[in-house]
């Protein structure tokens, strides 16, 4: 089969296109025939050598969606032919087919095109463990989604409306804040315009946020956390290097700053997780945005893409 593979970390031309056998399942495991391929920026820090145990050569990619080839023994939860997402696997997604564990495959329902199931596993998963598992959010209160118009961003919004959260959102570019809009929120503005932060902050009549996701936590930790109301709590989902913050921010409100790692979780906490997916997905409420596809050979072009500023949802790659 074709596949993408990483010989050696380095930047985006380590991506290399190869003809490699094809995985046959095992007990357990469920074979699928990949109509496309999710693109996330964790694929370009692990090509990149972000976990340097990781053993070479491999096939990055987390995501994919496409229909059940072969079951291995005992499986009991989809059939051969099935329309699926996936969300984890055992040999890597940027591939013709993807060996995944039973628990890794998902139902994608018939009217969602394959590029949008590509577009589920890690950014549903981490919105849904962001806003329930991680803020506990109840409904009324507020969020401002801190890059709103990526994969993350989107399908925070989308969960977020339809739990009845009051939503803020950001995007970088014009098309990306009517984007936001579109999905659901209240209020949009652009994290590029000086001033947005006192605009959002005066947008809450001076309670501030409930919650604040946050997907560059790097630049933007210290400036945010004067915007949380009091008990109000920043999840950190995105950060690319250091932050400097005032700890006093933190004191008077007594908020919280909670990290978020989908790496972390448990069998039971995953399986709650994409059972809401999958009701979210089946109801409507959740509608996977996919920004623009690329050939699997292209895969280079896609790592430079979804690091580059103007998000309008999700990158995905078609094999
Ligand atoms: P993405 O699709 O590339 O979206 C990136 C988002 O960040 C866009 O909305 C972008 O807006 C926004 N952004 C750019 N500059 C910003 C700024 N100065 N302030 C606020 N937002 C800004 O990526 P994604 O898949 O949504 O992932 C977002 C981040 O979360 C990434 O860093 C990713 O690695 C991380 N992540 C972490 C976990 C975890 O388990 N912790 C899981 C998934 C993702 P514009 O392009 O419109 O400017």
């Given at each position: 089969?074709?596949?993408?593979?990483?010989?050696?970390?380095?930047?985006p031309e380590v991506l290399r296109l190869e003809q490699i056998p094809c995985p046959p399942p095992a007990g357990g495991q469920v074979l699928v025939k990949v109509a496309a391929i999710g693109v996330n920026p964790v694929d370009t820090y692990l090509r990149s050598g972000s976990n340097a145990s990781l053993v070479r050569p491999f096939v990055p990619g987390l995501d994919a969606a496409g229909t059940v080839e072969s079951i291995g023994e005992g499986v009991t939860r989809v059939r051969t032919g099935e329309r699926v997402y996936t969300a984890g696997n055992l040999s890597g997604a940027y591939a013709e087919f993807v060996l995944c564990s039973e628990s890794q495959v998902h139902p994608l329902p018939e009217f969602l095109t394959f590029s949008q199931g590509a577009a589920v596993g890690v950014t549903y998963a981490t919105a849904y463990r962001a806003l329930f598992q991680r803020a506990a959010m109840r409904a009324g209160e507020s969020v401002l989604v801190h890059g709103a118009s990526g994969g993350v961003g989107l399908a925070s919004v989308q969960f977020a409306r339809a739990a009845g959260f009051r939503v803020t959102g950001?995007?970088?570019?014009e098309r990306g804040c009517l984007l936001v809009s579109q999905n659901g929120a209240e209020?949009?503005?652009?994290?590029?315009?000086?001033g947005y932060l006192d605009a959002a902050s005066a947008l809450t009549l001076g309670q501030g946020f409930d919650v604040i996701l946050e997907m560059l936590a790097n630049v933007?930790?210290?400036?945010v956390?004067?915007?949380l109301s009091r008990n109000g709590r920043v999840i950190v989902?995105?950060?690319r290097g250091r932050a400097d913050i005032v700890p006093r921010d933190l004191m008077f409100r007594e908020s919280d700053v909670r990290g978020i790692s989908l790496f972390n979780l448990s069998d039971s906490e995953l399986a709650a997780i994409h059972h809401a997916i999958g009701a979210g997905l089946r109801a409507g409420f959740l509608r996977p945005v996919v920004a623009q596809s690329f050939p699997l050979e292209d895969?280079?072009?896609?790592?430079?893409?979804?690091?580059a500023q103007g998000a309008l949802g999700k990158l995905v790659l078609v094999p």
């Open positions: 089969m074709k596949a993408i593979r990483v010989h050696e970390f380095g930047g950001t995007a970088g570019t209020h949009v503005l652009n994290h590029l315009v000086p933007n930790l210290g400036r956390l004067p915007l989902i995105g950060s895969a280079a072009r896609a790592h430079v893409a979804v690091l």
